[in-house]
């Protein structure tokens, strides 16, 4: 069963901890992709990662950090740098950077 | 960056009507991707059109890419209550991927 999968669904952390999304995907993309996505706005490029062992910043990396050591997996850590951290998180992978993007359920993080 | 802009932000509309959304954007592109999102959770793709296309169509939905104006144009014929969600428009310039702000559409039944 193909897809890309997040997890977990909600998490709750207290301000000041480090916090990781997982994000992992068996469609063989070679692209990835975080975004958040704060109520009733659009999505906010974290991080996108074209290749395995690279990854680029996105428009809005300030507090966050990513690794692509495998293919298949590219989580997220959400820092304490990270100033209003709750939000919903969603990640994608696409064949290559540009394609379609294939999007997982997404995980939402409230920072008590 | 937002790249792209929807309008209008909201649209609300009867089961059986015709839905609109617009897409504007400002730089030159490759492709413009349209996006849906049910509430609260990921997107799923709906249609991709390349810069040398005009039109497309997928069953009940259509979408026209003006270069020049630089805008597309997303239409749902023949609206469901299924249909509520959010729809965005995604376009890539200068080898990166950016989303618009969406058009959350709500079809009454």
Known sequence: ?112 | SQQGEEDPQALSIQEGENATMNCSYKTSINNLQWYRQNSGRGLVHLILIRSNEREKHSGRLRVTLDTSKKSSSLLITASRAADTASYFCATDAHNDMRFGAGTRLTVKP
């Open chain 1, 1 to 112: 069963d193909g897809g890309i999968t997040q997890s977990p669904k909600y998490l709750f952390r207290k301000e000041g901890q480090n916090v990781t999304l997982s994000c992992e995907q068996n469609l063989n993309h070679d692209a990835m992709y975080w975004y958040r996505q704060d109520p009733g706005q659009g999505l906010r490029l974290i991080y996108y990662s074209q290749i395995v062992n690279d990854f680029q910043k996105g428009d809005i990396a300030e507090g966050y950090s990513v690794s692509r050591e495998k293919k298949e997996s590219f989580p997220l850590t959400v820092t304490s740098a990270q100033k209003n951290p709750t939000a919903f998180y969603l990640c994608a992978s696409s064949p290559g950077h540009t394609d379609t993007q294939y999007f997982g359920p997404g995980t939402r993080l409230t920072v008590l």
